[in-house]
């Protein structure tokens, strides 16, 4: 079975840009999205066909992928973006990544 | 607008049955796939599944392969997710969610359903 693997968490500044890796083989053959999870809250769709963002999303999320190697990019990161974030693939079947809490302090 | 409205929480007992619904509304229910997601307490988020709904040809993730079963009522835009002898493992909350095909994401979710398991 395919495994993406995503930090366990990873600290920002506000202000400052976050980066948020996820790693699978081949991934930059694949279409990667992301999600923004919340506590207590349903995933939200943050960016999809690796560089995509739905409606609604603001500008300051980005996303790139290369290699085996995805990104997610938060730049001048908000006290509102602290959440869970997990990426996702499509390796013949759905697979996520573990997650990575964002801490912003 | 497109919404996923999820069944509401469940307290059940070990080896009790269980069946828990996302109905759709807003879009075309027929045309898409919808997924069934894990969270345990505290955990990641894991696939469990894809139902489409049209013909509800099923897609099982090897690690839930017959310990859940995936349906759906057309006539109603609902989709089922259903245990037939539940284990306080199977306790955590459950997304459903609509697949966008041409993409591989999943677009929009349902607020969830907590299912506790517990003697």
């Known amino acids: 079975s395919y495994e993406l693997t995503q930090p366990p968490s990873v600290s920002v500044s506000p202000g400052q840009t976050a980066s948020i890796t996820c790693s699978g083989a081949n991934l930059g053959d694949k279409y990667t999205s992301w999600y923004q999870q919340k506590p207590g809250q349903s995933p939200v769709l943050v960016i999809y066909q690796n560089n995509k963002r739905p409606s609604g999303i603001p500008e300051r999320f980005s996303g790139s992928s290369s290699g085996n190697t995805a990104t997610l990019t938060v730049s001048g990161t908000q006290t509102m973006d602290e959440a869970d974030y997990y990426c996702q693939a499509w390796y013949s079947s759905v697979v996520f990544g573990g997650g990575t809490k964002l801490t912003v302090l | 607008e497109v919404q996923l409205v999820q069944s509401g929480a469940e307290v059940k007992k070990p080896g009790d049955s269980l069946k828990i619904s996302c109905q759709g509304s807003g879009y075309s229910f027929t045309n898409f796939w919808i997924g069934w997601v894990r969270q345990m307490p505290g955990k990641g988020l894991e696939w469990m599944g894809i139902?489409?709904?049209?013909?509800?040809?099923?897609r099982y993730s090897p690690s839930f392969q017959g310990q859940v079963t995936m349906s759906a009522d057309k006539s109603i835009n609902t989709a089922y997710l259903q245990w037939s002898s539940l284990k306080a493992s199977d306790t955590a909350v459950y997304y459903c969610a609509r697949l966008y095909s041409s993409s591989s994401n999943f677009d929009y979710w349902g607020q969830g359903t907590q299912v506790t398991v517990s003697s």
């Open positions: 139902i489409y709904l049209s013909d509800s040809d099923t």
